[in-house]
């Protein structure tokens, strides 16, 4: 039986969670590093004792079980924040953390972060407001796969796609960043067989289309019915 997923989270500056004022706070206790492509953050098992910025580039969040499924569970970028919540707790990751381009991260130790809590309780409160935030983002990605199976499963990810790296393309929506169905397959937990025939089956009935290597959204309300879509803010439906 696999181990059990504990929660990683992200941030996108453009939520507000945080103040400019606390996120320089922030700013002030975080040291820079630079990271090569292919490389781990941390592997799981290793001590959750540090959180995470990305200034540029991308980090993906994976967990595998005992059989060796590899499971997608978030692709952070440039102006997210993430890290496991009970970080602050002496806890262990659960999950590893590799490096997908060359990138620049802010690393923020646990400790130091606690103590600033302490100094300033309005930003501990903006800080609980995060963490609110992202259950709610690991609560809906639960529920694609949980409840609609994995048809809605796809339409979901393809619709979390499109607030992530989507771009107009006359009437339709352009998702600017090549996956591989495999990389899709490891998003939504199945076989790279079944998300070649799930979407296929979209082609078919001409939801969704592909150009040059690149997927093409074409009916937008078509996927969202689907996977019964709760029109959740693009700070909870994204990557």
Request: net charge negative.
């Amino acid at each position: 039986m696999a181990k059990s997923i504990q929660t990683e989270v992200s941030l996108n500056r453009n939520t507000e969670v945080f103040s400019e004022e606390n996120f320089k706070l922030l700013e002030q206790i975080m040291y820079e590093s630079k990271f090569a492509a292919g490389t781990h953050l941390y592997w799981e098992g290793d001590s959750s004792d540090k959180f995470y910025f990305v200034k540029s580039g991308s980090v993906k969040i994976t967990k595998s079980n005992d059989e060796g499924k590899l499971f997608i569970l978030y692709m952070h970028h440039d102006g997210d924040l993430f890290g496991q919540i009970d970080g602050l707790q002496g806890s262990t990751h659960s999950n590893n953390a590799e490096v997908l381009e060359d990138s620049v991260i802010g690393v923020i130790q646990s400790k130091d972060l606690e103590i600033l809590m302490w100094q300033h309780g309005n930003l501990a409160v903006e800080f609980m407001k995060w963490m609110g935030l992202m259950h709610r983002l690991t609560q809906t990605k639960l529920r694609d796969l949980m409840m609609f199976g994995k048809p809605g499963a796809l339409c979901s990810m393809l619709i979390r796609l499109s607030n992530t790296y989507g771009a107009p393309h006359g009437k339709n929506i352009l998702i600017t960043k090549k996956l591989t169905n495999n990389d899709m397959a490891d998003m939504i937990g199945a076989t790279r067989e079944s998300v070649n025939r799930m979407l296929s089956d979209l082609k078919k009935d001409d939801i969704i289309g592909q150009e040059n290597g690149y997927l093409v959204l074409k009916n937008m309300d078509a996927l969202r019915e689907i996977c019964q879509c709760e029109n959740c803010p693009t700070n909870i439906c994204r990557i």
